[in-house]
């Protein structure tokens, strides 16, 4: 090994052993709430991983035949600066928030599969819906949802197409929102077999060793049954009470329990402008 490819590996290998502990500090901080200190330990980390970003794509560059590949510290600084950016904007700096999530998507452009894309695209929109930038959110959760069904990955295109239709509800545009739930339906469908998705299919699935099969079951049911609680939301506020009622009904039956109070105030709502105020 020639003597600067030893001194890179040795920089790349420290700047490495950095990045855990700044991000664990970060969210200690984070979760005690401690914004300004928490932004302070992601702006180091944020620094260290570009350095190592840096560092690794030179060390490619010259040895391409033992290169390292930069996936693993572009996905970690693209988390950072995204986190980092919110917490910027929770300290009343919405520009420099801003500048971080630009600079952010810049790197996902550069260094990722569209796919990868995508992803950043639905953590982009959260960020705007966060600022209430709703068209702006709207046009990056379309265009997310879009590349994943392109790239023919109906799981994730569902997951945003749900974002879309409760984006779509919470604005109160009831007929668009009933639009993007029957497009997610028709994505998830051929997934479903002949009984509704259960978070516990996933747990058989984990017993029994079937590590990615449980993950896509537990992803399955969270999107079913986020979808079926939309449809059912708008159905109500659309005058469709039998529908809502049904569809609160099945999920009463699949939801964790501290969740089914939840459920029964929407069965009780729906009562209330049937005028069944006594039901």
Do not use: C
Not at 144 to 164: K, N, S, T, Y
Request: no cysteine.
């Amino acid at each position: 090994m020639d003597h600067d490819k030893g001194e890179r590996l040795i920089r790349i290998a420290a700047l490495m052993r950095q990045a855990m502990p700044l991000l664990l500090t970060a969210d200690r901080l984070k979760i005690q709430g401690h914004i300004p200190e928490a932004e302070a330990a992601l702006g180091q980390l944020v620094t260290s991983l570009s350095t190592q970003l840096e560092e690794t794509l030179e060390h490619d560059r010259r040895y391409p035949a033992t290169a390292f590949g930069v996936g693993s510290v572009v996905n970690q600084l693209l988390d950072a600066l995204l986190t980092r950016a919110d917490l910027v904007e929770a300290l009343g700096h919405p520009d420099q928030a801003e500048a971080l999530r630009n600079r952010a998507m810049s790197l996902s452009d550069t260094y990722q599969s569209s796919s990868d894309i995508a992803e950043r695209q639905r953590q982009r929109a959260k960020s705007l819906l966060a600022q209430a930038r709703y068209h702006e959110a709207t046009i990056a959760l379309n265009e997310a949802r879009d590349e994943f069904a392109r790239r023919d990955q109906p799981m994730e295109a569902a997951q945003v197409a749900v974002d879309l239709a409760e984006l779509y509800e919470w604005l109160g545009d009831f007929e668009r929102a009933k639009e993007e739930a029957g497009r997610t339906r028709r994505l998830i469908e051929p997934l479903i077999g002949s009984a509704a998705p259960k978070f516990s299919d996933a747990l058989t699935a984990l017993s029994a060793g079937l590590v990615d099969q449980a993950r896509s079951a537990a992803k399955l049911a969270a999107v079913w049954q986020s979808l079926a609680q939309v449809e059912a939301r708008v159905a109500r506020n659309l005058g469709d009470f039998d529908h809502a009622d049904t569809l609160f009904h099945l999920v009463r039956k699949e939801v964790r329990a501290f969740v089914v109070p939840a459920i029964d105030f929407q069965l009780a709502r729906i009562e209330i402008e049937r005028g069944r105020v006594t039901e």
